[in-house]
């Protein structure tokens, strides 16, 4: 379940004073998880794709959901 209220708490605090990078991604990951989607962020995109993994999946998301497979 969504923590409305951390989100509303971050986005103000996003607006007054800024988020530390530890806030932002959570706030990444509530806003993923709202919207049922998996979560990633820019420091996972720049590793090589051997190190990449998902990170942390939105609940009822699945981990692969929307990557490409290559044909077998």
Same mark, same amino acid.
């Given at each position: 379940?969504? &923590?409305?209220? !951390?989100? #509303?708490? +971050?986005?103000?605090? !996003? !607006?007054?004073? *800024? +988020?530390? &990078?530890? #806030?932002?991604?959570? +706030? *990444?990951? +509530?806003?993923? #998880?709202?919207? *049922?989607?998996?979560?990633?962020?820019?420091?996972?995109?720049?590793?090589?794709p051997g190190e990449r993994g998902? &990170?942390?999946? @939105?609940?009822?998301?699945?981990?692969? #959901?929307?990557?490409?497979?290559? @044909?077998?």
């Amino acid at each position: 379940m969504v &923590d409305e209220k !951390r989100i #509303e708490d +971050l986005i103000a605090k !996003r !607006r007054e004073v *800024g +988020l530390s &990078d530890a #806030e932002a991604d959570e +706030l *990444g990951k +509530l806003f993923a #998880e709202q919207e *049922g989607k998996p979560y990633s962020n820019a420091k996972l995109s720049k590793l090589p794709p051997g190190e990449r993994g998902t &990170d942390v999946p @939105a609940e009822g998301a699945s981990a692969t #959901e929307g990557q490409e497979h290559p @044909a077998s």
